[in-house]
């Protein structure tokens, strides 16, 4: 059975920087690409960032471009978002979740399995 489990998540004061890790169990993790979706109070789920199996191709939402950097590490069967600079709008909290496709995609619907989700606070 897959599971994700993701960690790192905390307050920080803007312009802080937090590194957010997702686990996984089950499945073989270099066969699928990975991203990471957040959740604001009130808001539908957004896409953040992704990482394609195999090169690694990676896809940003523009609000991050330049802030955050995904990356994996299939010897650990784990993916990461390193957030720089962050903001109060980052406020959310952050899933990560596997896809079958082959490139980084934005499309909630394409991720079949998702984690419970890590809460990033920032504060003004």
């Known amino acids: 059975q897959v599971q994700l489990v993701e960690s790192g998540g905390g307050l920080v004061q803007a312009g802080g920087s937090l590194r957010l890790s997702c686990a996984a169990s089950g499945g073989t993790f270099s066969s699928y690409t990975m991203g990471w979706f957040r959740q604001a109070p009130g808001k539908e789920r957004e896409f953040v960032a992704a990482?394609?199996?195999?090169?690694?191709?990676?896809g940003y939402t523009d609000s991050v471009k330049g802030r955050f950097t995904i990356s994996r590490d299939n010897a650990k069967n784990t993916v990461y978002l390193q957030m720089n600079s962050l903001k109060p709008e980052d406020t959310a909290v952050y899933y990560c979740?596997?896809?079958?496709?082959?490139?980084?995609?934005?499309?909630?619907?394409?991720?079949?399995?998702w984690g419970p989700g890590t809460q990033v606070t920032v504060s003004s």
């Open positions: 979740a596997r896809s079958m496709r082959i490139f980084p995609n934005s499309d909630y619907r394409q991720y079949d399995y």
């Open positions: 990482i394609s199996r195999g090169v690694g191709n990676t």
